[in-house]
């Protein structure tokens, strides 16, 4: 495997990372996923978008001109094989003695790699079982911070329920899922939780919320409860590696008829054409 460290692309054995690098000692630092398919990234301008957003909001600066990043990236990609894979990409504010302030001096640290992930076609097909949590992450969830402490408890605690993910729920309001948006209907209309600073601002939820308005369903980017969760018709997470998983199950009890419904369905047929898929 070979990795974008800094500005070289060499083998993963050959990458040193300081034990002071601020991403390891604070989690002070940001990432993207992006999806591969056939070795091509899918929204690449959306994600590096939004990596440049959090860049700016958590006050890190790149080592080098962006332009300099995606030409990196690009050589990166070539080093990976054609397939459905991901492109993990993070950059921590870099390495100096452990002090919480901001270090004058430290170089921020680019570190990506390519990696094989299938397309999720088994959850895609039957759906998953989810349970409700209670949300206990800070308050800047729309930035895509390395600190994914209450995401990984969150999803450990589902499967040590027997359950595949968990709904994170903030005083009663559902915002999504522990990698993925959620988005939940109800008689025909698509609702899910606005992108503002209780959830990250998913590039899957935007292809989606576009293809929803293009096959004229009604959508609502409004706050809903756990109860009208639990009252939902069909319930789907999207994500860059889930792409759109249909949830059947919620709290261990069905959604709907307990199978994935039409529109989900619908929507999961348009984001195969959208992404060259088919
Ligand atoms: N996670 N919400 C959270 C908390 C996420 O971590 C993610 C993505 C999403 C979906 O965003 P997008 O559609 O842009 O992938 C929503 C990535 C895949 C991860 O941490 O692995």
Request: net charge neutral.
């Amino acid at each position: 495997m070979m990795i974008l460290f800094n500005d070289q692309i060499i083998p993963k054995d050959q990458v040193t990372i300081s034990f002071e690098d601020r991403g390891y000692t604070f989690g002070d630092g940001v990432y993207e996923v992006f999806r591969l398919y056939r070795g091509i990234p899918f929204c690449r301008e959306a994600h590096m978008h939004r990596l440049k957003r959090s860049l700016m909001e958590t006050r890190i600066q790149l080592p080098y001109p962006m332009e300099k990043l995606e030409h990196y990236l690009d050589q990166l990609i070539t080093t990976a094989p054609q397939q459905d894979g991901l492109l993990y990409l993070q950059i921590s504010r870099g390495s100096a003695p452990r002090s919480h302030a901001f270090p004058p001096a430290a170089v921020p640290v680019v570190l990506a790699y390519c990696q094989p992930l299938p397309r999720p076609v088994q959850a895609m097909r039957s759906g998953i079982s989810a349970i409700t949590q209670p949300d206990l992450r800070w308050l800047r969830c729309d930035i895509k911070s390395l600190n994914l402490l209450p995401n990984v408890m969150a999803k450990q605690n589902a499967l040590d329920h027997g359950a595949d993910d968990a709904i994170l729920v903030r005083n009663g309001t559902v915002t999504e899922c522990t990698a993925a948006n959620i988005m939940a209907i109800r008689n025909s209309i698509i609702y899910t939780h606005p992108a503002n600073h209780l959830i990250l601002h998913g590039i899957t939820r935007n292809v989606v919320l576009k293809l929803a308005k293009e096959i004229n369903r009604e959508v609502r980017e409004e706050a809903f409860s756990s109860k009208f969760l639990a009252r939902a018709d069909e319930v789907f997470i999207t994500g860059t590696t889930t792409e759109i998983t249909p949830v059947t199950t919620i709290d261990q009890k069905p959604v709907g008829n307990g199978r994935p419904g039409p529109i989900t369905r619908q929507l999961q047929a348009a984001f195969e054409v959208e992404a060259g898929l088919e």
